[in-house]
């Protein structure tokens, strides 16, 4: 008898932002297989039985090929197991949820999608940055800074620097000096607001802004590395303004164990 797979959402970092749907499906699930940036307290719901699987992956380290991460959703819900695939953010916002979503297609497995609050919003509104604003910015893209230092990928930021008002960049902490570079090689104003939030929703939470002009000094100055989201255009003005979970909410949280 088969089982099935969800592929859930777990959010950003704060275990509050999880879906009502979402930890349903955590506190029934047989098995779980969860990412490095699931928050730890978010298996504190898991039932006693079930089997947990870490599949964390770190930038050039990969505890678990992603291969072996699909094999592993059909192994168990082949087994008439319910499986809960517990990743980061969105599934299907750079979480490789289709890639899991059509090996389940392939051999027949009933799963599941359940979103997640994804952390291009969510770190951007904990650090008081609206993705869009009426004035400020009637666009964005969702964008991976993997590919920053690709030339084959040259041609997405040509377009970037102008299509749309806000960027945010997942993934991209290390081709920060790339992403500068052909933002303002395209055309881009080196004096474009831009920020990098570490830690997103969670106590750490650390924003630096800047310029594409400045913000190489201010990140090495701040020892801002992974995970930060970066938010490139004229709705970072407002953090200074709105910055609501940084000054009053953050400094009160405990930290986060794991």
Excluded at 22 to 39: K, P, W
Aim: proline letters at 5%.
């Amino acid at each position: 008898m088969t089982g099935k797979v969800f592929l859930v959402g777990a959010g950003p970092g704060d275990p509050d932002l999880m879906t009502v749907k979402g930890m349903r499906c955590l506190q029934e699930a047989d098995v779980v297989l969860y990412d490095r940036l699931v928050n730890p307290e978010l298996l504190d719901f898991v039932k006693k039985e079930a089997h947990l699987v870490y599949c964390g992956k770190l930038p050039n380290h990969h505890v678990m090929k992603q291969e072996t991460i699909n094999h592993l959703l059909v192994k168990y819900a082949k087994k008439g197991l319910k499986v809960c695939r517990l990743k980061g953010g969105d599934p299907f916002v750079f979480g490789r949820g289709g890639e899991e979503a059509e090996e389940c297609a392939n051999n027949n497995v009933p799963f599941e999608i359940v979103p997640g609050v994804t952390a291009g919003i969510a770190a951007s509104a904990y650090a008081g940055i609206p993705v869009t604003h009426r004035t400020l910015s009637k666009s964005f893209a969702f964008v991976t800074g993997h590919q920053a230092g690709n030339k084959e990928a040259e041609h997405q930021w040509a377009h970037l620097a102008h299509a749309v008002d806000t960027i945010c960049v997942y993934m991209g902490v290390s081709q920060l000096p790339n992403i500068v570079n052909n933002l303002i090689h395209n055309g881009k104003s080196p004096q474009t607001p831009i920020a990098l939030v570490h830690w997103g929703t969670l106590s750490e939470q650390r924003t630096v802004t800047g310029t594409l002009a400045s913000i190489e000094d201010k990140v090495k100055e701040a020892k801002i590395s992974n995970p930060s989201m970066i938010v490139i255009g004229d709705v970072v003005k407002m953090h200074h303004k709105i910055n609501w979970f940084e000054d009053e909410i953050a400094p009160h949280l405990p930290a986060v164990q794991g």
